[in-house]
């Protein structure tokens, strides 16, 4: 099954794809539906994550423009980030990162372990950039470091965050709902539901985007870990509209197939909450998955959420998009360790 062409657009292969889809019978029995995890946390490229396949096309424009430097800005312990320096290094590329400053009142811990400490080993030139709520002017600092770079003859390519850049990443998740729909008529899986995060929006768009694209109906629960609904579902239905314009789908995707939940977000994001700590409890002791605080605990959270306040039924199969995240678990040390230490 795949009636999507993407050949047109410049590609590079970093990830271990197809990911598997495990099922998860202990979490399953705990909630009374049926929980299928799409592993995108074993996509291999320096401990993996979703945005293993949005660098697939970012990176590959960046060597079709034959740059030689990529610039990317995100969070602290921003596992886009890291990937990006990850795939860079290994297409023999400089790269150069900025930290934004998004989470309030996080300790040293935070702020040099993690997906920090790995992109210094990647070698990254870091800078910092001291607002984290304004992707604008974060996008507008990296062009000035991007013409810094121009003027000592370099060639940048810079991976843009804000929502009036092209959205080409999320053709990486076109490519995941092509390839999840493929494993589903192999193994005959049936899904009634996929729940995935929903953030920058180009992995919950552009899967939108791929299932439809095929023909697919199936109610796609974004679960947001960054701005709340009254912002998000504009945000999504736009990405969606706009990857289905780049793979020549126009109109594809209505306001009303938009699915976000912001159950589970406050206080924001990157800060814990109970749901999403109890999320990763029982992710770990139930199916020894490792779900991080930021992305991927969220959204169990909301799936979670949904099961409880009976927004799906006892019984459904439930599709659980696993984005990985991993490193970020340790710079959440002093929080998780306070949290899961045993007590008196």
Do not use: W
Request: charged share 20%; hydrophobic share 40%.
């Amino acid at each position: 099954m795949n009636i999507i062409e993407l050949d047109s657009f410049p590609r590079v292969r970093l990830g271990h794809t197809p990911t598997p889809i495990d099922a998860a019978p202990n979490l399953s029995e705990s909630l009374g539906v049926e929980v299928h995890v799409k592993r995108d946390d074993c996509t291999g490229l320096a401990f993996g994550g979703n945005k293993v396949r949005q660098l697939e096309f970012y990176l590959g424009a960046a060597k079709a423009a034959n740059a030689d430097t990529v610039l990317i800005t995100g969070a602290v312990q921003s596992n886009f980030v890291r990937l990006a320096a990850a795939g860079a290094r290994q297409l023999g590329m400089d790269i150069h990162i900025q930290l934004e400053d998004r989470v309030p009142g996080k300790d040293a811990t935070y702020k040099a372990s993690g997906n920090v400490l790995l992109d210094r080993l990647l070698g990254a030139t870091i800078h910092y950039f001291p607002e984290g709520e304004n992707e604008a002017a974060a996008d507008a600092n990296l062009h000035r470091l991007a013409e810094g770079l121009e003027a000592e003859g370099r060639r940048p390519y810079v991976i843009h965050l804000g929502i009036d850049y092209p959205p080409i990443g999320g053709l990486g998740y076109v490519v995941a709902a092509v390839e999840m729909a493929n494993q589903m008529k192999a193994s005959r899986l049936k899904l009634d539901g996929v729940v995935i995060p929903s953030g920058s929006g180009l992995t919950h768009a552009g899967f939108l985007v791929g299932l439809r694209a095929l023909g697919l109906d199936l109610p796609v629960y974004g679960i947001c870990v960054r701005r709340g609904t009254d912002l998000q579902h504009p945000r999504i239905v736009r990405r969606a509209g706009e990857i289905a314009a780049l793979i020549g789908r126009n109109g594809l995707i209505d306001a009303s197939d938009v699915i976000v939940r912001d159950d589970v977000l406050a206080p924001g994001y990157g800060r814990l909450n109970d749901a999403t700590l109890s999320a990763m409890s029982r992710g770990a002791s139930l199916e020894a998955l490792m779900l991080d605080p930021v992305y991927s605990a969220k959204t169990l959270a909301g799936l979670i959420h949904l099961v409880e306040q009976g927004q799906v039924p006892q019984g459904a199969r439930l599709g659980f998009i696993h984005t990985g995240g991993t490193p970020a678990l340790f710079g959440y040390e002093t929080a998780l360790t306070e949290y899961f230490s045993p007590r008196a």
